[in-house]
């Protein structure tokens, strides 16, 4: 339920009506705008009495919402939310590029990627410390090591990291990391999205592999629910029936979801394809659809890369994605800024 308050209200009025709403046993969350004030109810509102509500003198109008998500609802937050990483936003027409290798592989690796991608126009460097894997018997990453290899980078260019967290018992490794991404295999792993919820840092939650939009908005509240608002959708495509390519991206997504929540969204066309010649085609494509980012793997020498060489760009192409991105992030008012 969201009650939408009138402007300038009596804020005695307006305090005890919220210690009201709370004696029933319900959260509340407000949401001051510019030219309006909502009060969204979270909990079971059944048995609210509307009228009693809208009679109050600072009450404009009362309103129920069938979503079973009130956090990530648009409903309830009608400003579009800006995600802060590292001093670099995103959403609310704040655009970055996430870049780099799918896996730290070593020092020299890491550092030389971040450098190039950051002279291309990244802002962000993502990189895979800890990596599932489908085959237990395939490279799983460096693990603890691979972080510490990530803040050397970080040190050498300023950029600050991205990288997945894969269990609730590594999360005092990530205390440096400036974003944790929950990946595909854990958008329902509800344990760690509540853990990650109790941090204070952003979270990169990524779409399950064959999950619906609100099964993906509802593990965002997971992490909201906790107190962490600080939540970044990814979609990085959807297993279908579609054998030529690794996923399906579903653009779709991004413009339906513009509707459904405030929260930022970005892609990741390198995941989606699986094909490094489809991912210039897609970023593109992923800009028209209105997303406020791209996740691109990036590897000075992808025919060697120890975990997804065949979907990763080399700098060189990095760039090229860039300077188009930059053509046509006028059109959609994107713009591309840092700190």
Not at 76 to 105: K, L, R, W
Not at 117 to 129: D, H, P, Q, S, Y
Not at 166 to 189: E, Y
Not at 269 to 277: D, E, L, Q, T, V
Request: net charge negative; glycine share 8%.
């Amino acid at each position: 339920m969201i009650i939408v308050i009138k402007q300038n209200p009596d804020e005695k009025q307006l305090n005890n009506l919220v210690k009201w709403v709370r004696s029933l046993g319900l959260e509340v969350h407000m949401s001051r705008g510019e030219n309006t004030n909502i009060m969204g109810l979270i909990g079971d509102t059944s048995a609210v009495d509307i009228d009693l509500i809208r009679s109050l003198d600072i009450v404009e109008t009362v309103k129920r919402i069938q979503e079973p998500y009130k956090n990530a609802n648009r409903k309830f937050h009608p400003q579009d939310t800006v995600v802060s990483v590292g001093g670099y936003p995103i959403g609310g027409g704040h655009f970055q590029f996430m870049a780099g290798p799918c896996s730290v592989e070593s020092e020299e690796q890491v550092i030389a990627i971040a450098k190039a991608v950051k002279e291309a126009g990244a802002t962000i460097l993502r990189g895979g410390a800890f990596k599932p894997r489908t085959s237990p018997y395939a490279f799983q990453g460096l693990g603890e090591s691979g972080i510490q290899l990530l803040l050397e980078a970080k040190r050498e260019t300023g950029m600050p990291i991205v990288t997945e967290l894969m269990s609730v018992r590594h999360i005092d490794a990530f205390r440096d990391v400036d974003m944790i991404q929950i990946g595909a295999r854990n958008m329902q792993n509800f344990e760690l999205l509540k853990e990650v919820g109790r941090t204070d840092k952003p979270i990169l939650l990524k779409r399950g592999l064959a999950n619906t939009i609100q099964e993906w908005l509802m593990s965002a509240e997971y992490i909201m629910s906790e107190g962490n608002m600080n939540v970044v959708l990814c979609e990085r495509g959807i297993r279908t029936f579609e054998p030529y390519t690794r996923n399906t991206l579903d653009l779709s997504a991004i413009p339906l979801l513009r509707d459904l929540t405030h929260l930022p969204i970005i892609v990741d066309p390198s995941h989606a394809s699986g094909i490094s010649k489809l991912v210039a085609p897609m970023s593109l494509a992923a800009v028209g659809a209105g997303t406020d980012g791209l996740m691109i793997e990036v590897h000075n020498n992808p025919a060697c890369a120890l975990c997804d060489g065949p979907q990763a760009l080399t700098p060189e192409q990095f760039a090229d994605v860039v300077k188009n991105v930059d053509v046509l992030l006028p059109i959609v008012h994107r713009v591309r800024d840092g700190k």
